[in-house]
């Protein structure tokens, strides 16, 4: 038994059982991945793939079992070689963070900038997608943090905190009718064409939630990641903007648009970060979460990293 097959069968299940995906993954060929299998197999004495001819269909239920224990076993050997870099360059390093654009281009930056005086030879690796992608790199390692408001505490091999809460707002240029309704209700904006995130993106699914609840239809004409996208079609006339509180703190609104409040129309959101479950984590890496989240201590991170919360 050796690390090479333990990973070629932790690979093969995260990449649904496509052995040409794996061999990708793993840096080897094809043939090699499925000896490794097939040597392991004949180890322990099972089958730990189900199989239809030559191609692999799913888990068996010992290997659903096995495959437990091998998520395990990977885990405290990357946990031991990070313990002994840890020992060897502490304060040497790369931080992968996995995150929204919206997190990095409007809550990142001080943060950022403090770790990095704080940890001038450490390497930040900042790796943007959706929320669901977020969570597969950290669970997978390739990411050592994921922060995003959306699906994070979803995933029970996760730890995730609360660091902050925010709300929608709404963007319309100078002189639009809404300016003079005082509150904004759903009603109002839904006889306007509306321009908000992607699905599963910064708090989407508050805003279709609300609308949905309200028994409203809305006309959602076009949608980005990006809030300065946003505004930019809202600023051209194309529609209401529905963007990220956050987005708008630091330098206003775009030339030409206004800012209602939404916080009453809208479910507040919450900013999570997460880590893997039973993951090592370096000295650094708590340094950068207490620096996003302040309220958090060291004995908060480990606690829940030891399933006490």
Request: aromatic share 8%; charged share 25%.
């Amino acid at each position: 038994m050796n690390f090479q097959q333990l990973r070629s069968i932790r690979e093969t299940a995260r990449c649904g059982y496509n052995l040409t995906e794996v061999a990708n993954v793993l840096f080897t060929s094809q043939p090699g991945v499925s000896r490794q299998i097939r040597e392991l197999e004949e180890e322990l004495g099972v089958d730990i793939f189900e199989r239809n001819g030559k191609r692999l269909t799913g888990l068996t239920d010992p290997g659903r079992g096995i495959l437990q224990i091998i998520d395990r076993l990977l885990l405290e050997a990357e946990n031991l070689q990070r313990a002994s870099r840890e020992y060897a360059e502490q304060e040497i390093g790369t931080l992968a963070v996995a995150t929204t654009h919206t997190q990095a281009r409007y809550m990142l930056p001080k943060v950022v900038q403090a770790f990095r005086t704080a940890f001038p030879k450490v390497r930040i690796a900042l790796q943007q997608s959706s929320p669901e992608h977020i969570a597969e790199w950290v669970l997978s390692g390739k990411s050592d943090i994921g922060i995003a408001t959306e699906g994070l505490s979803q995933f029970e091999d996760l730890v995730s905190f609360p660091c902050y809460r925010w709300h929608h707002a709404i963007v319309v240029p100078d002189g639009h009718p809404l300016l003079e309704k005082s509150p904004v209700k759903l009603q109002d904006l839904a006889q306007y064409p509306l321009i908000t995130y992607d699905l599963g993106f910064t708090g989407r699914s508050h805003i279709d939630d609300a609308f949905k609840n309200a028994d409203l239809t809305t006309d959602i004409v076009l949608t980005a990641m990006d809030s300065d996208v946003i505004q930019q079609y809202v600023a051209l006339g194309l529609g209401v903007g529905l963007v990220a509180s956050m987005a708008l703190k630091r330098n206003g609104p775009n030339p030409g648009l206004k800012v209602i409040d939404g916080a009453h129309l809208f479910a507040e959101n919450v900013t999570r970060l997460a880590v893997r479950k039973g993951a090592y984590l370096r000295s650094y890496t708590y340094d950068f979460i207490l620096e996003f989240a302040p309220d958090l201590t060291r004995e908060d991170i480990d606690k829940a990293m030891r399933g006490g919360v």
